[in-house]
């Protein structure tokens, strides 16, 4: 079973910057794709980046372009997400998954840490 522990969230002004880590208890063959999703009051799950283990592809939603940067630690079993220029609607519950295939659909992920809350204010 992989469990999956994020960190690194808080609370930061519009401009600053957070470092968001995901621990992986261990990976399998299912775990090929790392991704962050975030999840704000009364709306969907978004798919914010991910990332191939094995090939380090990336990619990323429009609205992150260019400010988030997804990254990970193979020896150290670690995913981070590197939020430069956040926005107040970058607010939000984010959630690091696992999954064997990459993309912005989070049904197809199968495992999910618990959530680090990320506030930003104006």
């Known amino acids: 079973q992989v469990q999956l522990v994020e960190s690194g969230g808080g609370s930061v002004q519009a401009g600053g910057s957070l470092r968001l880590s995901c621990a992986a208890s261990?990976?399998?063959?299912?775990?090929?794709?790392m991704a962050w999703f975030r999840q704000a009051p009364g709306k969907e799950r978004e798919g914010v980046a991910t990332i191939y283990r094995d090939w380090g592809r990336t990619f990323y939603a429009d609205s992150v372009k260019g400010r988030f940067t997804i990254s990970q630690d193979n020896t150290k079993k670690t995913t981070y997400l590197q939020m430069n220029s956040l926005k107040p609607e970058d607010t939000a519950m984010y959630y690091c998954?696992?999954?064997?295939?990459?993309?912005?659909?989070?049904?197809?992920?199968?495992?999910w840490g618990q959530g680090t809350q990320v506030t930003v204010s104006s």
């Open positions: 261990t990976y399998t063959y299912s775990t090929n794709c």
């Open positions: 998954a696992a999954g064997l295939r990459c993309s912005f659909t989070w049904s197809n992920f199968d495992y």
